[in-house]
């Protein structure tokens, strides 16, 4: 998208609508509350209950970095609750043609009732939403995935309860979701410790602004002790593939195998956001074994992602 500053002389004064950039846009009982609300969500799709109650509502959603899960799900899950969504790639707007992102939040969000953004530059959404009169939804940008997050938390909720107090294991580069594990930390209540190798640790503010609860450390195996939950990502993300061989021999000895899942807790889960690649940063033997519960992880971004777009539609409504 182009960054492009708006021509528009009037400043636009701050919409006092509820965004969803950052897990930290809800409180510790609201995140809580949206965990339970998409198991219940859950469970009434598997029972064949109907419910629509977004009727003639519309969700825009913008795409500059493709997908398979955030498309999917969030598509779909405005369908299961009776609303509509569009897909918007930069060729379809004019924001692809260099309009101005405040430009383009006016007049969309003047049409639809909720955004949701996928893009590289958290600068995007955030200029986006400073201008828009509809809730608007981080979809993933370089610094955060909090949707994703939400689905690792009511995944863990499903299988083993309250994570507060447990101790999880992010092993690998410091990336958007490394970030957000970090903040899901402090609003979930539970310790972090993150392997990575030097010079790919997470943001410097975010991981400040945790505190002691997250700890760096260079060896996975030490990261995993005693886990009870360990999670990793892919090597070189979406728009560093020209990074590709540098990464590969960075994280060559942070691969989440058996002998470190051996180092967990007896009852551990794993959890991969997807997509993932077999041999590099998991072994096979641990996402395809009994341990990993990344499919329900997968489906579970349909549920969790339903149950904000219900939260954000009734609390702006």
């Known amino acids: 998208m182009d960054a492009a500053k708006s021509t528009n002389s009037m400043d636009v004064q701050p919409n006092s609508c509820r965004h969803f950039l950052s897990l930290l846009d809800v409180s510790a009982d609201e995140a809580r509350a949206l965990i339970a609300r998409a198991i219940e969500l859950k469970q009434m799709l598997k029972a064949g209950q109907v419910y629509a109650p977004f009727q003639r509502r519309t969700l825009a959603m913008i795409f500059e970095k493709s ?7 969030f598509e ?7 609303g509509h969504a569009l897909f918007l790639s930069p060729r379809d707007t004019q924001l692809g043609r260099g309009e101005p992102i405040e430009d383009s939040a006016r007049v969309i969000s003047s049409m639809v009732d909720a955004v949701m953004i996928r893009t590289f530059d958290p600068e995007t959404v955030e200029r986006f939403a400073a201008h828009s009169r509809v809730p608007v939804i981080n979809g993933l940008t370089d610094r955060l995935h909090p949707c994703q997050l939400l689905a690792d938390m009511q995944t863990y909720f499903e299988h083993r309860g309250d994570i507060r107090g447990r101790r999880v294991a992010w092993i690998g580069d410091g990336n958007n979701m490394c970030n957000s594990f970090i903040e899901a930390a402090q609003l979930f209540d539970f310790e972090l410790m993150v392997a990575c190798p030097e010079g790919f640790e997470p943001s410097a503010d975010i991981l400040a602004a945790a505190g002691d609860r997250i700890t760096i450390v260079r060896e996975p195996e030490a990261a995993a002790e005693g886990a009870h939950l360990i999670s990793t990502d892919v090597w070189a993300s979406m728009g560093q593939e020209e990074e590709q061989a540098r990464r590969q021999k960075a994280f060559a000895t942070y691969q989440v195998n058996d002998s470190v899942m051996a180092r967990a807790a007896k009852d551990a889960l794993f959890l991969h956001c997807l997509p993932a690649h077999r041999g590099e ?7 395809d074994g009994p341990q990993s519960v990344v499919w329900d992880e997968a489906e579970n971004r349909l549920h969790a992602q339903k149950a ?5 539609l009734l609390a702006n409504s």
């Open 281 to 287: 940063e998991v072994t096979a033997s641990v996402i």
């Open 76 to 82: 779909t899950g405005m369908a299961q609750l009776g």
């Open 308 to 312: 904000l777009l219900e939260f954000l």
């Open 67 to 73: 997908s398979t899960r955030t498309r999917v799900s």
